[in-house]
């Protein structure tokens, strides 16, 4: 697919093993929805304990410098002593983000989790949940549910607000509608997140092993046997979907793949205006000064910039000069004054947009991982990737997939996959 935009003009995130805006911490793999394409078993009453997770936290600080810790699982609110969690992540001097499917939280919650240091949520809501009362909804009925947790979390004030949703093949074309909303909510909702739907498809084209072992793949929760639907819907795709109704959006940073470096695994956008207008998108100059200057005046990467930043946009203007994206949305800002006032005199938001491309088979075997990947997590004190985890814990180790001889010379260009990942947040199932 033909883009106007290359590994060469987007702003290469600096973030990596060792150094990274995020880290994912999984207090428990106990859910309380089904997803469709979730990357972690439903275990009941699977919650670790306390002394547990502050070793997860300790192996962490030793490993892995972090600006914000993704409290995720499972479902973490339905940890006994989720608060209790909170604190121990700000004792570190972290900001802590739950990602929830929003079920469970509840005003009550909510103020609890405040008191405790919270500083927001990612919300996975999308149609491939087993959401009570909301089965059968389409992503823009869904807009309903989103508007109820966004509406809760605005209420309580001062914290980061994000969606995400995985993108199935047949929501690919729903993905503009949600962006839709999410303007319309740009002075409450500061990241939109969309996951592209992975599974492990179980084929004629790969066999699984570990070390020199033959293993079953088939009961994974991220495997499936060979159909029709398909699993590999790309950043790209996704980009282009957007485009027919959102003509000007242009990505300006991005994660490459561990095995194909212009592959776009995480593609990071920026765009500011409000419910009247959307005024343009920042370009990559501004995405790298941001993450340089947060890096040289904290030592860390930025995650989660806090709501009272993401509401004065006027102020990022003073960066125009050195980002031509960001002169462009001036242009229109001013030129709004003549041409649609309403929108110039309203105050203007800053909202991130990011697409991810999770784990990619290749035809010769090698799984193609989010290289720098924050939703990185601890099993037997290493760092691992969480959305691989279910191989951690059946195996000691990641599987290898190892193509069959009749099919390796005709799958160069092929790429089944495997599981959906989350996300910035964010995975799936959560």
Same mark, same amino acid.
């Given at each position: 697919?033909? !883009?106007?935009?290359?590994?060469?003009?987007?702003?290469?995130?600096?973030?990596?093993?060792?150094?990274?805006?995020?880290?994912? *911490?999984?207090?428990?793999?106990? %859910?309380?929805?089904? %997803?469709?394409?979730? @990357?972690?078993?439903?275990?009941?009453?699977?919650?670790?304990?306390?002394?547990?997770?502050? /070793? $997860?936290?300790?192996?962490?600080?030793?490993?892995?410098? %972090?600006?914000?810790?993704?409290?995720?699982?499972?479902?973490?609110?339905? /940890?006994?002593?989720?608060?209790?969690?909170?604190?121990?992540?700000?004792?570190?001097?972290?900001?802590?983000?739950?990602?929830?499917?929003?079920?469970?939280?509840?005003?009550?919650?909510?103020?609890?989790?405040?008191?405790?240091?919270?500083?927001?949520? !990612?919300?996975?809501?999308?149609?491939?949940?087993?959401?009570?009362?909301?089965?059968?909804?389409?992503?823009?009925?869904?807009?309903?549910?989103?508007?109820?947790?966004?509406?809760?979390?605005?209420?309580?004030?001062?914290?980061?607000?994000?969606?995400?949703?995985?993108?199935?093949?047949?929501?690919?074309?729903?993905?503009?509608?949600?962006?839709?909303?999410?303007?319309?909510?740009?002075?409450?909702?500061?990241?939109?997140?969309?996951?592209? @739907?992975?599974?492990?498809?179980?084929?004629?084209?790969?066999?699984?092993?570990?070390?020199?072992?033959?293993?079953?793949?088939?009961?994974?929760?991220?495997?499936?046997?060979?159909?029709?639907?398909?699993?590999?819907? !790309?950043?790209?795709?996704?980009?282009?979907?957007?485009?027919?109704?959102?003509?000007?959006?242009?990505?300006?940073?991005?994660?490459?793949? !561990?095995?194909?470096?212009?592959? @776009?695994?995480?593609?990071? =956008?920026?765009?500011?205006?409000?419910?009247?207008?959307?005024?343009?998108?920042?370009?990559?100059?501004?995405?790298?000064?941001?993450?340089?200057? &947060?890096?040289?005046?904290?030592?860390?990467?930025? =995650?989660?910039?806090?709501?009272?930043?993401?509401?004065?946009?006027?102020?990022?203007?003073?960066?125009?000069?050195?980002?031509?994206?960001?002169?462009?949305?001036?242009?229109?800002?001013?030129?709004?004054?003549? &041409?649609?006032?309403?929108?110039?005199?309203?105050?203007?938001?800053?909202?991130?947009?990011?697409?991810?491309?999770?784990?990619?088979?290749?035809?010769?075997?090698?799984?193609?991982?989010?290289?720098?990947?924050?939703?990185?997590?601890?099993?037997?004190?290493?760092?691992?990737?969480? %959305?691989?985890?279910?191989?951690? *814990?059946?195996?000691? $180790?990641?599987?290898?997939?190892?193509?069959?001889?009749?099919?390796?010379?005709?799958?160069?260009?092929?790429?089944?996959?495997?599981?959906?990942?989350?996300?910035?947040? *964010?995975?799936?199932?959560?």
């Amino acid at each position: 697919m033909s !883009t106007d935009f290359s590994p060469r003009t987007l702003y290469r995130l600096p973030w990596n093993f060792a150094d990274n805006a995020i880290s994912w *911490l999984e207090p428990t793999s106990t %859910c309380n929805l089904y %997803c469709d394409g979730c @990357y972690r078993e439903n275990r009941a009453n699977a919650h670790k304990s306390l002394s547990e997770i502050q /070793h $997860e936290l300790d192996v962490f600080e030793r490993l892995r410098k %972090c600006d914000g810790v993704s409290i995720a699982g499972g479902e973490p609110l339905t /940890h006994p002593d989720i608060a209790d969690i909170v604190r121990m992540v700000k004792r570190k001097g972290w900001k802590a983000i739950i990602n929830s499917n929003g079920a469970l939280l509840s005003r009550e919650l909510l103020r609890d989790l405040k008191e405790a240091g919270v500083d927001g949520f !990612t919300f996975h809501v999308d149609s491939g949940q087993k959401r009570p009362h909301w089965q059968g909804k389409n992503e823009t009925e869904l807009n309903q549910l989103r508007q109820e947790l966004a509406d809760m979390l605005h209420e309580a004030g001062g914290l980061t607000c994000s969606f995400n949703a995985t993108v199935y093949p047949e929501t690919l074309c729903e993905v503009p509608d949600i962006l839709a909303w999410g303007q319309e909510n740009i002075d409450r909702v500061h990241v939109m997140v969309f996951i592209n @739907y992975r599974m492990a498809v179980l084929g004629k084209d790969h066999d699984f092993y570990v070390g020199t072992e033959q293993v079953h793949f088939d009961d994974m929760m991220y495997s499936k046997n060979d159909d029709a639907r398909r699993t590999d819907i !790309t950043s790209e795709e996704v980009v282009e979907m957007i485009r027919s109704r959102e003509t000007d959006f242009m990505p300006s940073a991005f994660l490459n793949g !561990t095995e194909r470096p212009d592959s @776009y695994k995480w593609l990071l =956008a920026g765009r500011m205006g409000n419910r009247r207008k959307i005024f343009g998108y920042v370009g990559a100059r501004f995405m790298e000064l941001v993450q340089t200057w &947060t890096h040289l005046t904290t030592g860390k990467y930025l =995650a989660y910039a806090a709501p009272s930043l993401q509401r004065r946009g006027r102020l990022y203007f003073l960066l125009a000069p050195v980002d031509k994206g960001l002169r462009r949305i001036a242009r229109r800002y001013f030129s709004s004054l003549f &041409t649609a006032p309403s929108a110039f005199f309203r105050r203007l938001h800053f909202q991130s947009i990011m697409i991810i491309q999770p784990a990619d088979v290749l035809a010769h075997g090698a799984v193609n991982m989010c290289d720098g990947c924050p939703d990185i997590t601890v099993w037997n004190d290493q760092l691992v990737w969480s %959305c691989r985890m279910e191989e951690q *814990l059946r195996w000691g $180790e990641n599987v290898r997939m190892v193509p069959r001889k009749r099919e390796a010379r005709h799958l160069e260009t092929e790429r089944p996959s495997i599981p959906a990942a989350a996300d910035v947040s *964010l995975k799936p199932g959560s």
